[in-house]
């Protein structure tokens, strides 16, 4: 299974911005469509960006359309996500994950997932 980590969350003010990144232990690109997902306190895990297998397509959540960016890096290894105009509501612990599907209408881990230990992206108000 692939390892993720991920990199790049802290504390900042609402309005600002983070980069987050996500490493892989091995190539997995060339197949799958990978994304980040979040989890805020006391909530369920829930879909944020993912970026197909190409890198040209890109899918969002709601929430985030606009303000948030994910780009992958195949010769790198890497998934990034850039935050900008970030909210408090953007308060979540943050997972890259290694195979985003689209079923029922919304975008889910898949069969070859793997999850990375998460990243704290903290907003003060």
């Known amino acids: 299974q692939v390892k993720l980590v991920e990199s790049g969350g802290g504390l900042v003010q609402a309005g600002g911005s983070l980069r987050l990144s996500c490493a892989a232990s091995e190539r997995t690109f060339t197949t799958y469509a990978m994304g980040w997902f979040r989890q805020a306190p006391g909530k369920e895990r829930e879909f944020v960006a993912a970026?197909?297998?190409?890198?040209?397509?890109?899918y969002y959540a709601d929430s985030v359309q606009g303000r948030f960016t994910i780009s992958r890096d195949s010769a790198n290894n890497t998934v990034d996500l850039q935050i900008n105009s970030l909210k408090p509501e953007d308060t979540a612990v943050y997972y890259c994950?290694?195979?985003?599907?689209?079923?029922?209408?919304?975008?889910?881990?898949?069969?070859?997932?793997?999850w990375g230990q998460g990243t704290q992206v903290t907003v003060s108000s």
């Open positions: 970026v197909s297998w190409s890198g040209i397509s890109t």
């Open positions: 994950n290694s195979d985003v599907i689209y079923s029922s209408g919304s975008y889910v881990p898949g069969d070859f997932s793997s």
